[in-house]
């Protein structure tokens, strides 16, 4: 089975009576997947979001969701499955960039018992678990070469290998990946697969950031006050408050106006809040911090130290290592886990030279 290629049934047509005349009874009409997910926005650019959804629900090839941070990503993918055939099914989701390195082949594909050390019953994949159902791949950015690799053959397959098996099991999964990564970028920097881009690239949800759709600020404060309700009561916005909020640029998106929501309805405990209220609540936002006394850490392995340690060691990431005071492999590891999209990010700062040899170690 190809999974990129094969379509799933239809939803909208019920089957004809038995009689081959019309349907026996009116089918109820499909639960609203966006208020299943409390996903909410009428704006131009969400009624895009929302056409698209239903659209590529339909099918079963794989789909790649875009967009900032904070802008709905994982909402989207749930709407996806739960708008499609496959909404009986599991719905499946992990995080790659909380997957550890090691563990990532076991945990996706599987393995025997006995496959490795320390396997000592067999495991089921989360390919495998997701069977008849999706797949939610949040974060592929930071999915290291292997994998890529591997995944990239599951696409093409519908096979996963668990780790120790001699035969592949054949699953019906469909994917859905999101990424806040411009892996366009990504790809012509050598840090993700061309051809695993170009095989998710098929069907992509692009979410508007917020600063996008301002028409849809009103109906969000009203739906998150709601969620937030049980924590602060019952609460509202004066209209110069939201007219406050609708003119902020948001680059956390939805999350950061929950935030700000939550934040102000904790600070102020008025039961209708001013723009004054509003404006302190946002003033107080992390990234409006002015400086503050920050004490190195004795080991700093972030990422803009990681990459100026391979920079200076000319990429040798031995080299690199001892610069960090750490052991090569813990550097290899952050390397390929959570840091290397990063670290492909901060290439502005480093030269082709420093990132090669680190992408070439990255080779299955
Ligand atoms: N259209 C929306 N309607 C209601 N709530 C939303 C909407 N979009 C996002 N949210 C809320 O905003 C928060 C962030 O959403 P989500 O986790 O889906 O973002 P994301 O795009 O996956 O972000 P990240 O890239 O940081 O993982 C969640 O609390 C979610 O419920
Ligand atoms: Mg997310």
């Known amino acids: 089975m190809n999974l990129d290629t094969r379509l799933a049934p239809e939803r909208d047509h019920p089957a004809p009576a038995p009689d081959g005349g019309a349907p ?19 704006s131009r650019p969400m009624q895009r979001v929302r056409a698209d959804v239903l659209r590529y629900a339909r099918s079963s090839a794989p789909v790649l969701i875009t967009g900032e941070t904070g802008t709905g990503k994982e909402l989207v993918a749930r709407a996806l499955h739960l708008a499609s055939p496959r909404a009986r099914g599991p719905l499946v989701s992990v995080n790659v960039a909380t997957l550890r390195t090691e563990l990532v082949t076991s945990e996706l ?23 008849g159902g999706t797949l939610f791949l949040d974060e592929l950015g930071e999915l290291d070469a292997r994998t890529q690799a591997d995944l990239l053959r599951v696409l093409e397959t519908g096979e996963v290998r668990p780790l120790g098996c001699e035969r592949p099991r054949t699953v019906d999964v469909r994917v859905i990946a999101a990424t806040h990564r411009d892996l366009a970028t990504m790809v012509r920097a050598g840090c993700f697969r061309a051809d695993l881009y170009y095989r998710l690239n098929v069907l992509t949800v692009t979410l508007p950031a917020l600063r996008e759709r301002r028409a849809d600020v009103p109906v969000l404060v009203e ?52 723009a004054a209220a509003l404006a302190d609540a946002l003033a107080a936002e992390p990234g409006t911090l002015g400086p503050v006394p920050y004490q190195t850490p004795a080991r700093d392995l972030s990422v803009p130290a990681v990459a100026e340690a391979m920079q200076a060691s000319g990429g040798s990431i031995s080299a690199a290592a001892r610069r960090l005071g750490i052991a090569r492999s813990t550097l290899r590891g952050r390397l390929h886990a959570s840091h290397r999209g990063d670290v492909c990010q901060a290439q502005s700062s480093l030269t082709r030279s420093a990132i090669n040899p680190l992408l070439r170690t990255e080779e299955p």
Not at 235 to 260: K, M, S
């Open 24 to 42: 026996g009874r009116i089918p109820m009409a499909p639960a609203d997947p966006f208020a299943l997910v409390g996903l909410v926005g009428a």
């Open 109 to 131: 594909f599987g393995h025997e018992r006995g496959a490795f050390t320390g396997a000592f019953t067999r495991r089921r994949g989360l390919f495998e678990q997701a069977h």
């Open 223 to 274: 739906h998150l006050l709601a969620r937030l309700r049980p924590e602060v009561g019952d609460r509202r916005l004066a209209t110069d408050a939201l007219a406050l909020l609708g003119r902020h640029p948001f680059p956390g998106n939805i999350r950061q106006l929950l935030n700000v929501l939550r934040r102000a309805m904790v600070r102020d405990e008025r039961v209708v809040l001013d």
